[in-house]
Nanobody, 124 residues
Framework: QVQLVESGGGSVQSGGSLRLSCAAS????????LAWFRQAPGQERQGVAT???????NYADSVRGRFTISRDNAKNTLFLQMNSLKPEDTAMYYC??????????????????WGQGTQVTVSS
């Protein structure tokens, strides 16, 4: 079983930055594909970025060039550096893990384990 715990959310003004972290525990967490998703009130959960075991990444068009996903396998930690934040980035952010180490798709159904989320609020 994999446990995921997010941290680093908060409130920031438009144009600001935040860095989210996700501490993973479990036997195979370092070999899994990991991802960040977000969900705004009244909207479906959507993929933000994914990172495979080998470090290759995939981003949603809405965040490409502003957000950077990374992982530290030795510390079983996932990161999301968010720069140039916009009000439309406001959402609950979740980290997720896939049993398939090569997963890269930004879809909810591809991920087996989820954290509880951390809130990000961007004001204009």
């Amino acid at each position: 079983q994999v446990q995921l715990v997010e941290s680093g959310g908060g409130s920031v003004q438009s144009g600001g930055s935040l860095r989210l972290s996700c501490a993973a525990s479990g036997y195979t967490s370092s070999t899994m594909a990991l991802a960040w998703f977000r969900q705004a009130p009244g909207q479906e959960r959507q993929g933000v970025a994914t990172i495979r075991r080998d470090g290759s990444t995939n981003y949603a068009d809405s965040v490409r060039g502003r957000f950077t996903i990374s992982r530290d396998n030795a510390k079983n930690t996932l990161f999301l550096q968010m720069n140039s934040l916009k009000p439309e980035d406001t959402a609950m952010y979740y980290c997720a893990a896939s049993k398939y180490y090569n997963e890269y798709r930004l879809r909810v159904a591809s991920y087996n384990y989820w954290g509880q989320g951390t809130q990000v609020t961007v004001s204009s």
